[in-house]
């Protein structure tokens, strides 16, 4: 069973920047889109951003665009999230995800392949 481990949460104030990495327990990863899911407390969980490896194609929430960046590591089995001019609206648990396909399981998260267990992110004002 892959395991997906995330670090690099933590408390942050308003316009700061936090990176959050996620490894892959399989180091053969490359087939595997790869990416990041939140959820805000009392809030349904949400898509942020993903990344193929092998087109090097990167999808964004539009709530992120221009703040936030996906890539992925020399390792075929890491994902990192560059997180800047963070906001208070960014609180939330962070999970990495990764799943064969970029298509409608991305959306919602449902039929998802794999899951972290998440990294909390607080922004403060």
């Known amino acids: 069973q892959v395991q997906l481990v995330e670090s690099g949460g933590g408390l942050v104030q308003a316009g700061g920047s936090l990176r959050l990495s996620c490894e892959a327990s399989e180091r053969t990863f490359s087939k595997y889109v790869m990416g990041w899911f939140r959820q805000a407390p009392g809030k349904e969980r949400e898509f942020v951003a993903a990344?193929?490896?092998?087109?090097?194609?990167?999808y964004y929430a539009d709530s992120v665009k221009g703040r936030f960046t996906i890539s992925r590591g020399n390792a075929e089995n890491t994902v990192y999230l560059q997180m800047n001019s963070l906001k208070r609206e960014d609180t939330a648990v962070y999970y990495c995800?990764?799943?064969?396909?970029?298509?409608?399981?991305?959306?919602?998260?449902?039929?998802?392949?794999?899951w972290g267990k998440g990294t909390l992110v607080t922004v403060t004002s």
């Open positions: 990344m193929r490896w092998s087109l090097s194609s990167a």
């Open positions: 995800a990764a799943d064969l396909n970029y298509g409608s399981s991305w959306s919602r998260g449902n039929g998802i392949d794999y």
